[in-house]
């Protein structure tokens, strides 16, 4: 009975990890579709992800006596997911799209090596294959090694790079966060987006 539990929520997990990446391999399109009607990156995450997040709000404050122990994780949940879909937008807007994406799915790196440094996790042979095929990945869609070295980094680049790694930090702290409801730290998130995309304008 637990092991088909087990094989069931394992199942879900997968059909989770492939619809999650499908939806966010399209969000280019909308997003593109707006910044072509001039909208900044900081406008279309207040009005996306921001309204959610005030919508939602008094369902997060709900569940507030469940994560008051673990506020300081929470926190940090919201301003890397709101950072990190802050500059994931940014970058699609305005730099091309494989690209863009490429760079963002370096996130595994930046996952592996906060997993090593904060939870202690064994460098196993899974999870260096996805570190290596990552950067090969990130290499040859930038043109290979000699584009890549004899050409330098646009700020857009750097702004893709900087989605992934908060993204990965977003995950890091999500998982620090362990007594937490996910419908919270799912919110936090959103209520992140507003709060930066709101500052930024």
């Given at each position: 009975m637990h092991g088909s539990r087990r094989h069931d929520d394992t199942r879900y997990a997968v059909v989770a990890l492939i619809a999650g990446g499908l939806l966010w391999g399209l969000t280019w399109m909308?997003?593109?579709?707006?910044?072509?009607?001039?909208?900044?990156?900081?406008?279309?995450?207040l009005a996306t992800y921001g309204v959610v997040g005030v919508l939602t709000l008094p369902l997060f404050l709900a569940?507030?006596?469940?994560?008051?122990?673990?506020?300081?994780a929470l926190l940090l949940v919201a301003v890397f997911g709101g950072l990190a879909n802050l500059c994931f937008v940014v970058a699609l807007m305005d730099g091309p799209v494989m690209r863009v994406m490429l760079l963002?799915?370096?996130?595994?790196?930046?996952?592996?090596?906060?997993?090593?440094?904060?939870?202690?996790?064994?460098?196993?042979?899974?999870?260096?294959?996805?570190?290596?095929?990552?950067?090969?990945g990130a290499i040859l869609v930038l043109g290979g090694p000699e584009?890549?070295?004899?050409?330098?980094?646009?700020?857009?680049?750097?702004?893709?790079?900087?989605?992934?790694?908060?993204?990965?930090g977003q995950n890091i702290a999500a998982r620090a966060a362990d007594q937490i409801p996910l419908l919270s730290k799912s919110?936090?998130?959103f209520i992140g987006c507003g709060i930066v995309g709101a500052i930024g304008i």
């Open positions: 909308p997003i593109k579709h707006f910044g072509g009607h001039g909208l900044t990156g900081f406008t279309l995450t569940q507030r006596a469940r994560w008051q122990q673990q506020w300081p963002f799915y370096l996130a595994p790196i930046w996952g592996v090596i906060g997993g090593r440094l904060f939870f202690g996790e064994r460098l196993t042979a899974p999870r260096l294959l996805a570190v290596g095929m990552a950067v090969i584009t890549l070295l004899g050409a330098a980094l646009t700020w857009l680049d750097f702004v893709a790079i900087a989605a992934g790694l908060l993204y990965a919110l936090s998130v």
